[in-house]
């Protein structure tokens, strides 16, 4: 038979396409963002110049610091924060080992050594009672962790850092915008840092910031994130005059550009409104899961409130399946989620440590998940996250044969 001849048939029924794949973040930029950097390009300053001490200026407003400095990523402003504690070899310093490894290996950095604290089962902060189990006498310093945007009740430890003659570094990656006591997390301290990394609410692409209450340290810092230069490439440019710089320390390259802290000036703009489209949308999943068998959800400690930069869900001893299992459930639903913080003292390059009994922190790293939450996320966004979830806590989700599901 010809195919002029043949005979016609039914086209088949479409099949519906798979819903997209849910990200478990997406930064909210947008035209004002590629602008402000395309201005900073065409104005021929690109490296860190006027718009890094805009920046500056307006970070350190916001959060009612003294002094901010910008610089490269929150990691090299927590390296900046061990050079000005004076940590060094022969000095321990006290860390959580619920953090992105970054926490840790700064402290590595000025060749000190990382003692590892363990964490409240609520907030996911070290306490100054965790804290104070953790000292040694040979500690010289702390770095507390507002994890994932949860404020750290900060007051008890710095009453015991004083107590002990100890610095304190508060480690605030996560958390522009979140409140203790109702002040902006971080703004009060000696020595905090932030990110600006795309998973966090305010972002310049890469990029921190250290701000602290000492303009000797704000002075040093801002000579250390380049080069230890005595004068700024930028005060050189602008001078009228020959100028000559020193180089009074040994010193590093982590400098901000110009371009970042442009996109970084519409951000900050942004932020009330990231902010709290950020937590009318945890309050959504709050209110939806509360009545999920096995499930435990964050939110806001009684002394401050969370910018919610991770929604994270603790799945309790009965859940019907693994961290692990609920990651694949969710996987296979379209939905990209992520497993709890990391465990720094389990991973290979804290292994010659030896052993550390930190059991809500274990518990906490192989049992909680981090769920979708961006500011362009809808409510039908959360529903579907909602509908999954509750389908894995009736059963309907395999667990992987690797046990509790350690990465």
């Known amino acids: 038979?010809?195919?002029?001849?043949?005979?016609?048939?039914?086209?088949?029924?479409?099949?519906?396409?798979?819903?997209?794949?849910?990200?478990?973040?997406?930064?909210?930029?947008?035209?004002?963002?590629?602008?402000?950097?395309a201005a900073a390009v065409r104005s021929g300053w690109v490296a860190q110049g006027p718009r890094v001490a805009e920046f500056e200026r307006a970070l350190a407003a916001r959060l009612g610091a003294d002094e901010a400095v910008v610089v490269s990523s929150c990691t090299t402003a927590l390296?900046?924060?061990?050079?000005?504690?004076?940590?060094?070899?022969?000095?321990?310093?006290?860390?959580?080992?619920?953090?992105?490894?970054?926490?840790?290996?700064?402290?590595?950095?000025?060749?000190a050594r990382p003692v590892f604290a363990d964490v409240d089962p609520i907030t996911q902060?070290?306490?100054?009672?965790?804290?104070?189990?953790?000292?040694?006498?040979?500690?010289?310093?702390?770095i507390a962790v507002d994890q994932g945007g949860m404020p750290l009740d900060v007051e008890p430890i710095r009453a015991l850092c004083l107590r002990r003659g100890l610095e304190l570094v508060q480690d605030s990656a996560c958390a522009i915008g979140s409140t203790y006591l109702g002040r902006p997390v971080g703004g009060d301290a000696t020595l905090a840092a932030y990110s600006f990394h795309p998973r966090k609410l305010l972002t310049t692409g890469e990029g921190g910031a250290l701000v602290t209450d000492r303009p000797e340290w704000a002075a040093r810092a801002r000579r250390l994130r380049e080069h230890g230069m005595t004068v700024s490439a930028a005060d050189r440019h602008s001078s009228s005059r020959i100028v000559i710089e020193d180089y009074a320390e040994t010193g590093y390259n982590y400098r901000m550009t110009d371009v970042q802290a442009a996109i970084g000036l519409v951000q900050m703009r942004r932020l009330d409104e990231l902010i709290a489209r950020r937590r009318e949308?945890?309050?959504?999943?709050?209110?939806?899961?509360?009545?999920?068998?096995?499930?435990?959800?964050?939110?806001?400690?009684?002394?401050?409130?969370?910018?919610?930069?991770?929604?994270?869900?603790?799945?309790?001893?009965?859940?019907?399946?693994?961290?692990?299992?609920?990651?694949?459930?969710?996987?296979?639903?379209?939905?990209?989620?992520?497993?709890?913080?990391?465990?720094?003292?389990r991973e290979p390059a804290y292994a010659q440590q030896g052993e550390v009994d930190l059991p809500v922190t274990e518990r906490l790293t192989d049992r909680t998940v981090i769920l979708p939450l961006f500011h362009e996320m809808t409510q039908d966004d959360v529903a579907r996250v909602v509908a999954s979830l509750r389908a894995a806590a009736h059963g309907s989700a395999a667990s992987p044969s690797n046990g509790q599901g350690d990465d």
């Open 281 to 345: 949308l945890a309050a959504d999943y709050q209110q939806a899961l509360a009545d999920v068998p096995g499930l435990r959800v964050c939110a806001d400690p009684a002394y401050g409130t969370a910018n919610y930069q991770s929604f994270w869900v603790e799945l309790a001893d009965g859940f019907p399946c693994t961290r692990n299992g609920l990651l694949e459930h969710l996987l296979r639903d379209g939905i990209s989620a992520r497993r709890g913080i990391m465990a720094a003292h």
């Open 1 to 37: 038979m010809s195919p002029d001849s043949a005979i016609p048939t039914a086209a088949a029924p479409a099949r519906p396409a798979a819903p997209a794949m849910l990200p478990v973040m997406r930064p909210w930029l947008g035209e004002e963002e590629a602008e402000a950097a």
């Open 125 to 142: 902060n070290v306490t100054a009672a965790t804290v104070e189990a953790a000292l040694t006498p040979a500690t010289r310093a702390v």
């Open 79 to 111: 390296h900046l924060a061990m050079v000005l504690t004076g940590a060094g070899p022969g000095d321990d310093v006290v860390v959580p080992s619920l953090s992105f490894i970054a926490t840790a290996n700064v402290v590595r950095y000025v060749g």
